[in-house]
């Protein structure tokens, strides 16, 4: 397999740490690594938690310093994987939304050519557990009416649990991205639009935790700038 690397911004796991590394270091792939990314927010033991394993040499702790919330920590987290030559990077919540197990479709579809592999809510074997129904109807809404804004076609719009052969991020200028919150995952997706993509299923595990409005509004105003705003991230495009 090529080498694979993933993302993993993380923030107060303390509870939950061990368990998702456990789960992902018993993988049957040698060329797979972790790379959680904790800033200053993590006030528990995460930390220690992630470098307690990193003398397996498959686990490495990003500390982001300039971090400015998760997305910046993504976005790190692609930096260093690059950097230190991953060939294909996985990004996947670190809370317990993403399920380990549902990894090897992502890396088996990157190992078969796909540039691009989106986890899907909402494609036959996906689907949302533990999540208000409000919160549903904005995933479901949201690519509803980004699909119809951007002209894009895919079943999940919003999912953050996706994968990348490494020249699609190559390709894309990190420091250039508009969303800093919600709309991230959409804005990602627009950019790939043109490479072979697919989706997979996912299971998503909410939580009660509520949307701010803000964060509604300024996804709304981000999607309505994205297709004047392409030709700053997308270097080739």
Not at 6 to 20: F, K, L, Q, R
Not at 130 to 147: A, D, F, K, V
Not at 196 to 208: A, C, D, L, R
Request: hydrophobic share 30%; charged share 25%; proline share 3%.
């Amino acid at each position: 397999m090529k080498k694979t690397i993933i993302v993993m911004p993380v923030a107060n796991e303390g509870s939950t740490m061990a368990d998702v590394i456990e789960k992902i270091l018993n993988l049957p792939y040698d060329n797979l690594y972790l790379y959680p990314v904790i800033d200053s927010y993590s006030k528990d033991n995460t930390e220690e938690i992630i470098r307690s394993y990193e003398h397996t040499g498959r686990v490495k702790c990003i500390f982001y310093n300039e971090s400015r919330g998760v997305i910046s920590c993504y976005l790190e987290g692609f930096r260093q994987a690059l950097k230190d030559g991953a060939e294909q990077i996985i990004e996947m919540d670190g809370g317990g939304s993403h399920q380990p197990e549902e990894l090897p479709q992502f890396i088996d579809n990157l190992n078969n050519g796909y540039e691009c592999v989106w986890g899907s809510r909402f494609v036959e074997g996906g689907g949302m557990h533990n999540h208000p129904l409000y919160r549903r109807m904005l995933s479901g809404g949201g690519t509803l009416l980004s699909n119809t804004v951007l002209h894009t076609h895919y079943k999940d719009m919003t999912s953050g649990f996706e994968g990348f052969q490494r020249h699609v991020l190559e390709n894309l200028n990190l420091d250039k991205f508009l969303s800093q919150g919600h709309m991230y995952q959409t804005e990602m997706r627009y950019y790939c639009r043109n490479y072979k993509t697919i989706e997979v299923p996912i299971n998503y595990i909410g939580s009660s935790s509520s949307l701010k409005m803000k964060a509604v509004t300024e996804a709304l105003s981000i999607l309505f700038q994205l297709k004047k705003h392409e030709k700053e991230v997308v270097k080739n495009g």
